[in-house]
């Protein structure tokens, strides 16, 4: 069974930082691109960014670029989204997500597994 | 990308058809346009990938179409599960994957 358990979060003021992990089971890891997407309280789905099947590529969403890091551990069978310089406007609870098939191309594939979800707080 | 979901919300009773309408503001690629169902406290759950085809374990009740540029999310006969937020997404062009604004289902 498809499994991504979510871990960090939490409460943190404004410029500072929070490390969201992803653990996953129950599938090939290292094939797969993984991919973060946030909702803010009251609002839709926002893409956020996503890696390669080897972590040799990663996309953000130009609302996080410079500041969010994703990175992934094949051997520990998990993603990591770094979240710097953090703003209210980050808020939201952050998921994160496998691509549906395998080695989709060049990140491009829907998200057919989601972690249950994780909430990062951003105030003063 | 940006994609225009309409309505913003649909009223509906239990047994009717919900017709939810997703445009993009240019052509996408492939028809890559994916529909998700999110319910509060739920993860989102893909129901449609590839403008057409059903995710597995989605029920034939749900069913997508269009191409180019416009695209439908059409449920048959609305259960009392299906009253949620439905986004549709496009995975046609190079990340940053876009989401429309999403339109509401509830009931009437």
């Known amino acids: 069974e498809v499994q991504l358990v979510q871990s960090g979060g939490g409460s943190v003021q404004p410029g500072g930082s929070l490390r969201l992990s992803c653990g996953a089971s129950?599938?090939?890891?290292?094939?797969?691109?993984m991919t973060w997407v946030r909702q803010a309280p009251g609002k839709g789905l926002e893409w956020v960014a996503n890696i390669r099947e080897d972590g040799s590529e990663a996309y953000y969403a130009d609302s996080v670029k410079g500041r969010f890091t994703i990175s992934r551990d094949n051997v520990q069978m998990s993603v990591s989204l770094q979240m710097n310089s953090l703003r209210v406007e980050d808020t939201a609870v952050y998921y994160c997500?496998?691509?549906?098939?395998?080695?989709?191309?060049?990140?491009?594939?829907?998200?057919?597994?989601w972690g249950q979800g994780t909430l990062v707080s951003v105030s003063s | 990308i940006v994609l225009a979901q309409s309505p913003g919300t649909l009223s509906l009773s239990p047994g009717e058809r919900a017709t939810l309408s997703c445009r993009a503001s240019?052509?996408?690629?492939?028809?890559?346009v994916a529909w998700y169902q999110k319910k509060p406290g739920q993860a989102p759950r893909l129901l449609v990938y590839g403008a057409s085809n059903r995710a597995t374990g989605i029920p034939d009740r749900f069913s997508g179409s269009g191409s180019g540029a416009d695209f439908t999310l059409s449920i048959s006969r609305l259960e009392p599960e299906d009253f949620a937020v439905y986004y549709c997404?496009?995975?046609?062009?190079?990340?940053?994957?876009?989401f429309g604004g999403g339109t509401k289902v509830e009931v009437k």
């Open positions: 129950g599938f090939t890891f290292n094939s797969y691109w």
């Open positions: 240019q052509t996408i690629s492939n028809n890559y």
């Open positions: 997500a496998r691509s549906r098939v395998m080695y989709c191309s060049g990140g491009r594939c829907p998200s057919g597994y």
């Open positions: 997404q496009q995975y046609g062009s190079s990340p940053p994957l876009s």
